[in-house]
Structure formats: structure tokens, C-alpha cells
């Protein structure tokens, strides 16, 4: 496997599938729409560029993943799924004024989705290199310790 397509995509033997790993962007984004809708999040006020809360669940979730061999995809993937949730979430629930297709077509405006995307990509990429490089550190610690002689 090349490096690019292991960094891409990650590679881990030992870890779960990749089949279930693809679950995690869509749960990210019900598990953030659903804190928000029900005021476990909350949006700072005013002109939000990041939703924080959001952010932190998929930065969080996507180190740990990284940590366990998955690839910068899925932390891409991972991070704009928990900030898209936070995107739903104001959209579709806190334009509750407009009719629900305006609402829908806000959502989806190119131009936001956009926005989210670079959002996901700088986070991701920043969660992915720390959970990469805990891992790293971690498995180097074991195999010292591993080789070490015993006393």
C-alpha cells in the first residue's frame, strides 16, 4: 500500500473495519444536531464563524480515530459531519419563521457547505496529526519497553 493511500485512507490491522468507521461522520452530525436542538450545545451569539462545541466533538472524535489508524479522509469527513449538524441545526431549527423548504435550500446553499468544508479541512487535518503522533509516541513506548531487558 503506498504511503499516500495509507495516509488517505489509514491502514490498521488490528483496528475495526472500514465499513464501521464510515458510520462515524453521519453520527457525528445526528449526535451534534441533536445537543444542539436540545441545548446540550449551545451557539455563542452573535455572528458565529465556528460552532466551538461542535468543533471540539468532531476534533475529538477524529484524534482518536486517528489514533487508531484511520485516514485524514475520514477525519475530514468526521469533523465537517459534526459541524454540518451544527449547521442543520441553526437552519432547520432556528428558522422555524420560514417555511421548511427555505429553510432546507439555506442549508444546503453551496456557498455554506463551502465555508464548513474548509472549516473540516483545517481541523481535521490538526486532530488527524495529533492522534497520528500520539499513536506513533505510544507504540514507540511499548516497543522500548517491549525490548527492554528485564532486570
Known amino acids: 500500500m503506498s504511503l499516500a493511500r495509507r495516509v488517505l485512507l489509514g ?17 457525528l452530525f445526528l449526535a451534534s444536531f441533536a445537543a444542539y436542538g436540545l ?3 449551545a451557539h455563542a ?4 464563524f465556528l460552532a466551538f462545541d461542535a468543533a471540539a466533538l468532531g ?8 489514533y487508531r489508524g484511520a485516514g485524514v479522509a475520514l ?3 468526521s469533523v465537517y459531519g459534526a459541524l454540518l449538524g451544527s449547521n442543520a441545526d441553526h437552519y432547520l431549527l432556528g ?4 417555511p421548511l423548504g427555505e429553510r432546507v435550500a439555506a442549508l444546503l446553499e453551496v456557498d455554506g457547505l463551502v465555508f464548513v468544508g474548509v ?5 481535521g487535518t490538526l486532530a488527524w496529526v495529533a492522534g497520528a503522533l500520539a499513536g ?5 513506548v511499548r516497543d522500548r519497553r517491549r525490548d527492554a531487558p528485564a532486570e
Not at 13 to 24: A, D, F, I, Y
Not at 95 to 98: A, E, N, P, Y
Not at 119 to 123: C, G, I, K, P
Request: glycine share 12%; net charge positive; charged share 15%.
Open 45 to 48: 451569539g452573535g455572528v458565529v
Open 11 to 27: 491502514s490498521n490491522p488490528n483496528g475495526s473495519p472500514r465499513r464501521h468507521r464510515l458510520l462515524v461522520p453521519p453520527l
Open 59 to 66: 476534533v475529538l472524535v477524529t484524534a482518536g480515530l486517528a
Open 136 to 140: 506513533r509516541a505510544v507504540d514507540e
Open 95 to 98: 428558522l422555524s419563521g420560514r
Open 119 to 123: 472549516e473540516a479541512l483545517a481541523l
Open 75 to 77: 477525519a475530514w469527513l
Open 39 to 41: 441545548g446540550v450545545f
